[in-house]
């Protein structure tokens, strides 16, 4: 595993379950958001790796601080890089470049190499997006529950103003061909709004009837359904290793049943004084064979296509968290795949929701031939025991 997946891993980790459900702006969401912005970045102006990794890396943590405080994040972000990257024996040129990276994105003055034109330019992406409005509406919101600032709507429209205008540039080649037009489009936007009175200002009020809708959804219990994803997972990861130690257990008892009547049996069956023998080896043996057959019918592994179309991703067909519907795929395409499944919520709550599914679905064939085959190699040990019982007791007569 490399260093920006045990990174990726770790931050994923720390924003579900120990940031507070108050930072509804400055979540999870939105560091995956700078991480993507970072990438399309260093793609346009062909960063070299190295130079790659550390900004994905300053990415990744540019917001852990707020797991701290929301005061100094941007220290306490570097000093929670700092200390897990150094635990990964990350090399101390590395971890220093990171650092200052997530730092550069305190200062206020202009970015001085491209490393930190990109990093300001990833992180104030949003402004450059249709969703700007309804963005800076949740971190209003965020402010007010953590009561930092609060503002009415002419204020806050102001505020942006102010913001867009004052304060905010984007420095790359990229970002001022791609995002500076939709921003502009934003800026116009909230000049309008400048203009209408605050009580019958009716687009404000619909961006704050949607922040009513993004504050439900962002108190959804999304930690208890990850939560829930995860030690479901877990529990059939556990069942499915008990069926195969069971069915292991099976084939190896009646592998050695049959190496003991291959060995000591049959070859008596020449004798015709041991005649009696027959019926009741050949019951013994053929219940053990249907017994480890079955056996590893239970844990046979299915063979898949492990291919997928972008058609298959962009109609929510495909299971991508499943390896037999994406092993034959070339990376750059199940990169691909994996970042338009992450975009889109319901499309990932869908596949890790199918994923149970059809874990489930394996299960229930594991332990359903395994029931039997447990009934079978029962009822095989039964029979063959009174069978030769039987046989005893008629050359006794």
């Given at each position: 595993?490399?260093?920006?997946?045990?990174?990726?891993?770790?931050?994923?980790s720390?924003?579900?379950?120990?940031?507070?459900?108050?930072y509804?702006?400055?979540?999870?969401?939105?560091?995956?958001?700078?991480?993507?912005?970072?990438?399309q970045?260093?793609?346009?102006?062909?960063?070299?790796?190295?130079?790659?990794?550390?900004?994905?890396?300053?990415?990744?943590?540019?917001?852990?601080?707020?797991?701290?405080?929301?005061?100094?994040?941007?220290?306490?972000?570097?000093?929670?890089?700092?200390?897990?990257?150094?635990?990964?024996?990350?090399?101390?040129?590395?971890?220093?470049?990171?650092k200052?990276?997530?730092?550069?994105?305190?200062?206020?003055?202009?970015?001085?190499?491209?490393?930190?034109?990109?990093?300001?330019?990833?992180?104030?992406a949003?402004?450059?997006?249709?969703?700007?409005?309804?963005?800076s509406?949740?971190?209003?919101?965020?402010?007010?529950?953590?009561?930092?600032?609060?503002?009415?709507?002419?204020?806050?429209?102001?505020e942006?103003?102010?913001?867009?205008?004052?304060?905010?540039?984007?420095?790359?080649?990229?970002?001022?061909?791609?995002?500076?037009?939709?921003?502009?489009?934003?800026?116009?936007?909230?000049?309008?709004?400048?203009?209408?009175?605050?009580?019958?200002?009716?687009?404000?009020?619909?961006?704050?009837?949607?922040?009513?809708?993004?504050?439900e959804?962002?108190?959804?219990?999304?930690?208890?359904?990850?939560?829930?994803?995860?030690?479901?997972?877990?529990?059939?990861?556990?069942?499915?290793?008990?069926?195969?130690?069971?069915?292991?257990?099976?084939?190896?008892?009646?592998?050695?049943?049959?190496?003991?009547?291959?060995?000591?049996?049959?070859?008596?069956?020449?004798?015709?004084?041991?005649?009696?023998?027959?019926?009741?080896?050949?019951?013994?043996?053929v219940?053990s064979?249907?017994?480890?057959?079955?056996?590893?019918?239970?844990?046979?592994?299915?063979?898949?296509?492990?291919?997928?179309?972008?058609?298959?991703?962009?109609?929510?067909?495909?299971?991508?968290l499943?390896?037999?519907?994406?092993?034959?795929?070339?990376?750059?395409?199940?990169?691909?795949?994996?970042?338009?499944m992450?975009?889109?919520?319901?499309?990932?709550?869908?596949?890790?929701t199918?994923?149970?599914?059809?874990?489930?679905?394996?299960l229930?064939?594991?332990?359903?031939?395994?029931?039997?085959?447990?009934?079978?190699?029962?009822?095989?040990?039964?029979?063959?025991?009174?069978?030769?019982?039987?046989?005893?007791?008629?050359?006794?007569?």
């Open positions: 595993m490399t260093i920006l997946n045990k990174v990726e891993d770790y931050i994923t720390q924003l579900t379950t120990n940031l507070s459900s108050e509804i702006y400055h979540n999870l969401g939105h560091t995956r958001r700078v991480v993507k912005f970072v990438k970045l260093v793609e346009f102006e062909k960063i070299g790796p190295k130079d790659t990794q550390v900004l994905e890396l300053a990415a990744w943590f540019h917001d852990s601080g707020f797991l701290k405080s929301a005061e100094n994040h941007e220290q306490h972000s570097a000093e929670i890089a700092e200390e897990f990257l150094m635990q990964e024996k990350v090399a101390e040129s590395t971890i220093k470049k990171v200052d990276l997530i730092l550069v994105t305190t200062r206020t003055n202009a970015p001085k190499t491209l490393l930190e034109k990109i990093i300001l330019d990833a992180d104030c949003h402004v450059g997006s249709k969703s700007y409005i309804e963005s509406e949740l971190l209003r919101e965020e402010w007010a529950q953590l009561n930092l600032k609060t503002f009415t709507n002419i204020e806050w429209t102001q942006n103003i102010d913001f867009l205008t004052k304060r905010h540039h984007f420095y790359t080649e990229y970002a001022i061909e791609n995002w500076q037009p939709r921003k502009d489009k934003n800026l116009l936007e909230l000049y309008n709004l400048t203009r209408k009175k605050d009580g019958d200002n009716k687009k404000l009020q619909l961006k704050k009837e949607e922040l009513k809708l993004k504050k959804k962002a108190k959804t219990p999304e930690r208890g359904i990850e939560t829930m994803f995860r030690t479901t997972l877990r529990n059939h990861i556990t069942l499915s290793n008990i069926a195969d130690t069971k069915a292991n257990i099976l084939l190896s008892v009646n592998a050695i049943i049959i190496s003991l009547a291959l060995s000591n049996l049959i070859p008596k069956l020449d004798n015709p004084s041991n005649e009696y023998l027959i019926i009741p080896t050949v019951i013994f043996v219940f064979l249907i017994s480890m057959a079955l056996s590893v019918i239970a844990t046979r592994p299915n063979v898949t296509s492990g291919k997928f179309t972008k058609e298959d991703v962009a109609q929510k067909k495909v299971n991508l499943f390896f037999g519907n994406f092993h034959k795929v070339k990376l750059e395409d199940f990169e691909w795949a994996m970042g338009e992450m975009k889109d919520g319901d499309y990932l709550y869908s596949s890790m199918k994923d149970l599914y059809y874990l489930g679905l394996v229930h064939k594991k332990y359903k031939i395994l029931r039997i085959t447990y009934t079978i190699f029962l009822v095989g040990v039964i029979v063959s025991v009174t069978a030769f019982a039987v046989a005893f007791k008629s050359l006794s007569l």
